[in-house]
């Protein structure tokens, strides 16, 4: 009788593909196939590894982009905050010492890094992939295993092409049904966070499965993953199919010919074997969702366009009333009220989470043929140049243009601010970003996420929407 | 860098038991943006602790005596979550604060304060709403020790015993170096690389 393998989930495979060394129980030091590197971390880190007179171990591994301090304004060619240049120039200048790939400003592949891994055949199935920045969950899309790190372990990462982890437990993600006319990727996760909580996937690695996801254009994928962190799990991931091999085959950076066929049988593999065990288990019909909109000051705090405001009078106990009533306060709402037909000052397209091409797409479809409303001014942030390009060549620039939107340049731009760039005081923002913390867009600013054909839906009317009454 | 060794912590523990509290309400992005290690403390949870003008909110807990001078912060779940930005241990390491006790933190947060030697407890949320509305008396109430060689909190009448990853506490007390510790297995990378440069020849440039 022959001994079959343990049978392993996609997150388990991709793990112990990577181990280097078990170092304690439960403790591995895991080899790092590509490290990115932004605007807002490369400068530290460089000037660290000078200080301790360390190396950069495998420069070929490591890819920078400027996307968090660079401004967004047209005919930018660098960043308008006080602290830009500083980071922009000392990411320049440890590209340089170490001969580091930097897709600088106004380069062709210039981008949100969380935009161009993807797209420039960076991330990859199967590779394991960091970065300083939460949103690193994004890449698990492909079917890498990826995630976000801080200032140290950029530096770890440098000196040593590994990093050591904690493994965490696994869970799944069923996504059953199909998604509504008008509903889009980004409702799905909000209305999947609303139901786990912000801390409903600390300590896990989830993987999103089931026939909702199958279907699911990559760039969807990534927006799902891309909120993984916000339910508080490190990991997100979606096991490589027909449709990655797709996406990835013939990206810049992409294995090509004999390497294409050895990759690709690998590739084949990465998924969870039918009988693996995971940790926690979680089922959602994808058809009961409706386009979802945030009331609070976390993600979690996420209703359906056509439910109301809540009251902290129903809350569960004495702390979670005051984190609503101090939620609706930042955000001047009224328990009990339709969250539907709120006035909005500013609409944001934009960010690691919704910026695609399909984003865009999406919204200017909504866009098209009509005005933003007076009193809102509304912008559209690129992910990357590229896709800036394909915007332009299919004119969907002119579109947003015509309706008064602002058409910028590529970054992180509005979600973050790291820039200069905010949301003033007491203002109302629709933002398809991935925050809405206090201040998290500027002191004071009010953050309602939603996705892209929502905020399109509120530039134009100038409230809070529901999209399915624009669709044509 | 060898981080700063912690065996025993005793000092002021002060409540902060909201939950989700993140990264970005710890320290804000251009405070991040613009000043380097060493010039965060002044903008710690500056969201909660000052109003717009940047004076003081006399309400918040650590602008009162004698909780400004914490050393511990008990906090509520999920604490830390959202944004991996190291600039928020360093923000609380530079207001005094050296060890965070929470029933959980986000996990990139933990990992962060691992990395600059703040010790970071998960205990039952039940518990830290009990030592909470203890230290609240103010005076020698509010005084605790974490000793993380008996792995046990005491001062509040009782021994609360804590759990701590072996690995992480022996990285504390003996305020080891991670990258050294990594440097030292440099052979083991180099096999790792050799054996995945034929497996996986894409990979390695």
Same mark, same amino acid.
């Given at each position: 009788?022959?001994?079959?393998?343990?049978?392993?989930?996609?997150?388990? $495979?991709?793990?112990?593909?990577?181990?280097?060394?078990?170092?304690?129980?439960?403790?591995?030091?895991?080899?790092?196939?590509?490290?990115?590197?932004?605007?807002?971390?490369?400068?530290?880190?460089?000037?660290?590894?000078?200080?301790?007179?360390?190396?950069?171990?495998?420069?070929?591994?490591?890819?920078?982009?400027?996307?968090?301090?660079?401004?967004?304004?047209?005919?930018?060619?660098?960043? =308008?905050?006080?602290?830009?240049?500083?980071?922009?120039?000392?990411?320049?200048?440890?590209?340089? $010492?170490?001969?580091?790939? !930097?897709?600088?400003? +106004?380069?062709?592949?210039?981008?949100? @890094?969380?935009?161009?891994?993807?797209?420039?055949?960076?991330? !990859?199935?199967?590779?394991?992939?960091?970065?300083?920045?939460?949103?690193?969950?994004?890449? %698990?899309?492909?079917?890498?295993?990826?995630?976000?790190?801080?200032?140290?372990?950029?530096?770890?990462?440098?000196?040593?092409?590994?990093?050591?982890?904690?493994?965490?437990?696994?869970?799944?993600?069923?996504?059953?049904? *199909?998604?509504?006319?008008?509903?889009?990727?980004?409702?799905?996760?909000?209305?999947?966070?609303? @139901?786990?909580?912000?801390?409903?996937?600390?300590?896990?690695?989830?993987?999103?499965?089931?026939?909702?996801?199958?279907?699911?254009?990559?760039?969807?994928?990534?927006?799902? /993953? +891309?909120?993984?962190?916000?339910?508080?799990?490190?990991?997100?991931? @979606?096991?490589?199919?027909?449709?990655?091999?797709?996406?990835?085959?013939?990206?810049?950076?992409?294995?090509?010919?004999?390497?294409?066929?050895?990759?690709?049988?690998?590739?084949?593999?990465?998924?969870?074997?039918?009988?693996?065990?995971?940790?926690?288990?979680?089922?959602?019909?994808?058809?009961?969702?409706?386009?979802?909109?945030?009331?609070?000051?976390?993600?979690?705090?996420?209703?359906?366009?056509?439910?109301?405001?809540?009251?902290?009078?129903?809350?569960?106990?004495?702390?979670?009333?005051?984190?609503?009533?101090?939620?609706?306060?930042?955000?001047?709402?009224?328990?009990?009220?339709?969250?539907?037909?709120?006035?909005?000052?500013?609409?944001?397209?934009?960010? /690691?989470? =919704?910026?695609?091409?399909?984003?865009?797409?999406?919204?200017?479809?909504?866009?098209?043929?009509?005005?933003?409303?007076?009193?809102?001014?509304?912008?559209?942030?690129?992910?990357?140049?590229?896709?800036?390009?394909?915007?332009?060549?299919?004119?969907?620039?002119?579109?947003?243009?015509?309706?008064?939107?602002?058409?910028?340049?590529?970054? /992180?731009?509005? /979600?973050?601010?790291?820039?200069?760039?905010?949301?003033?005081? %007491?203002?109302?923002?629709?933002?398809?970003?991935?925050?809405?913390?206090?201040?998290?867009?500027?002191?004071?600013?009010?953050?309602?996420? *939603?996705?892209?054909?929502?905020?399109?839906?509120?530039?134009?009317?100038? &409230?809070?929407?529901?999209?399915?009454?624009?669709?044509? | 860098?060898?981080?700063?060794?912690?065996?025993?912590? &005793?000092?002021?523990? *002060?409540?902060?038991?909201?939950?989700?509290? +993140?990264?970005?309400?710890?320290?804000?992005?251009?405070?991040?943006?613009?000043?380097?290690?060493?010039?965060?403390?002044?903008?710690?949870?500056?969201?909660?602790?000052?109003?717009?003008?940047?004076?003081?909110?006399?309400?918040?807990? !650590?602008?009162?005596?004698?909780?400004?001078?914490?050393?511990?912060?008990?906090?509520?779940?999920?604490?830390?979550?959202?944004?991996?930005?190291?600039?928020?241990?360093?923000?609380?390491?530079?207001?005094?604060?050296?060890?965070?006790?929470?029933?959980?933190?986000?996990?990139?947060?933990?990992?962060?304060?691992? #990395? =600059?030697?703040?010790?970071?407890?998960?205990?039952?949320?039940?518990?830290?709403?009990?030592?909470?509305?203890?230290?609240?008396?103010?005076?020698?109430?509010?005084?605790?020790?974490?000793?993380?060689?008996?792995?046990?909190?005491?001062?509040?009448?009782?021994?609360?015993?804590?759990?701590?990853?072996? !690995?992480?506490? #022996?990285?504390?007390?003996?305020?080891?170096?991670? @990258?050294?510790?990594?440097?030292?297995?440099?052979?083991?990378?180099?096999?790792?690389?050799?054996?995945?440069? #034929?497996?996986?020849?894409?990979?390695?440039?």
């Amino acid at each position: 009788m022959s001994m079959q393998p343990a049978p392993r989930t996609l997150f388990d $495979k991709l793990w112990d593909a990577h181990v280097v060394a078990e170092i304690a129980p439960g403790v591995s030091l895991l080899h790092v196939d590509r490290h990115l590197i932004h605007d807002l971390g490369g400068h530290g880190a460089f000037t660290e590894l000078e200080r301790r007179r360390l190396a950069v171990r495998n420069p070929a591994q490591v890819f920078a982009v400027p996307d968090h301090v660079v401004s967004s304004a047209p005919g930018r060619t660098g960043g =308008n905050a006080e602290w830009s240049e500083m980071h922009i120039d000392g990411l320049r200048r440890g590209c340089r $010492k170490w001969g580091i790939r !930097l897709f600088d400003v +106004n380069d062709d592949e210039q981008g949100i @890094v969380h935009v161009i891994g993807p797209e420039l055949g960076l991330t !990859l199935p199967g590779v394991l992939l960091v970065c300083g920045d939460s949103h690193t969950c994004t890449h %698990g899309a492909l079917g890498a295993l990826a995630w976000g790190i801080g200032a140290s372990e950029i530096v770890h990462v440098l000196a040593t092409q590994t990093i050591v982890q904690r493994r965490p437990r696994r869970m799944r993600v069923r996504v059953d049904g *199909a998604l509504g006319a008008g509903v889009e990727p980004k409702d799905l996760i909000l209305a999947v966070i609303g @139901v786990l909580g912000a801390g409903g996937g600390t300590g896990y690695a989830i993987e999103y499965a089931g026939p909702a996801i199958e279907t699911m254009a990559i760039e969807g994928r990534l927006t799902l /993953c +891309n909120l993984s962190i916000e339910m508080g799990a490190k990991v997100g991931l @979606v096991a490589p199919d027909e449709r990655t091999f797709a996406y990835v085959a013939g990206r810049p950076f992409a294995p090509r010919d004999q390497a294409w066929d050895r990759a690709l049988a690998q590739w084949r593999r990465l998924r969870s074997d039918d009988d693996a065990a995971f940790d926690r288990e979680v089922g959602i019909d994808a058809s009961g969702v409706a386009p979802q909109v945030t009331w609070g000051t976390s993600p979690q705090d996420v209703i359906a366009i056509d439910a109301t405001v809540p009251d902290p009078a129903h809350a569960a106990d004495a702390r979670r009333r005051d984190a609503i009533a101090s939620a609706l306060a930042y955000m001047d709402l009224l328990p009990g009220t339709p969250i539907a037909g709120t006035r909005v000052d500013r609409v944001f397209i934009g960010s /690691c989470t =919704n910026s695609r091409y399909p984003d865009l797409e999406r919204a200017a479809g909504i866009v098209r043929g009509r005005r933003v409303a007076a009193h809102v001014e509304a912008w559209v942030v690129p992910g990357s140049q590229a896709v800036k390009r394909a915007a332009e060549a299919a004119g969907l620039d002119r579109i947003f243009r015509d309706a008064g939107f602002q058409w910028r340049e590529p970054g /992180c731009s509005l /979600c973050v601010g790291a820039n200069g760039e905010m949301i003033a005081p %007491g203002q109302r923002c629709v933002s398809t970003s991935n925050r809405n913390f206090v201040g998290r867009q500027g002191p004071r600013a009010r953050t309602h996420l *939603a996705s892209p054909a929502m905020a399109a839906a509120a530039a134009v009317t100038g &409230t809070l929407t529901d999209v399915r009454a624009l669709l044509r | 860098m060898t981080m700063d060794k912690l065996t025993t912590l &005793t000092g002021v523990a *002060a409540p902060l038991l909201v939950a989700n509290i +993140n990264t970005d309400v710890i320290i804000r992005i251009e405070r991040m943006s613009k000043h380097g290690r060493g010039e965060l403390g002044p903008w710690a949870l500056e969201a909660l602790r000052l109003d717009a003008d940047g004076r003081e909110r006399p309400e918040f807990i !650590l602008n009162q005596a004698p909780f400004r001078d914490a050393r511990i912060l008990l906090a509520g779940a999920n604490f830390g979550c959202g944004s991996s930005r190291e600039m928020a241990v360093w923000a609380l390491q530079e207001r005094g604060l050296r060890c965070i006790i929470a029933p959980s933190f986000g996990d990139i947060f933990f990992n962060n304060c691992l #990395q =600059n030697g703040v010790l970071a407890i998960r205990l039952p949320a039940a518990t830290v709403e009990r030592v909470a509305t203890l230290v609240l008396r103010g005076g020698s109430d509010a005084i605790l020790t974490v000793d993380l060689e008996q792995q046990e909190i005491r001062g509040t009448g009782e021994v609360i015993r804590f759990d701590v990853e072996p !690995l992480a506490r #022996q990285a504390l007390l003996q305020g080891l170096d991670p @990258v050294a510790l990594t440097l030292q297995r440099e052979p083991e990378i180099a096999a790792f690389q050799q054996r995945d440069r #034929q497996e996986r020849p894409w990979i390695h440039g």
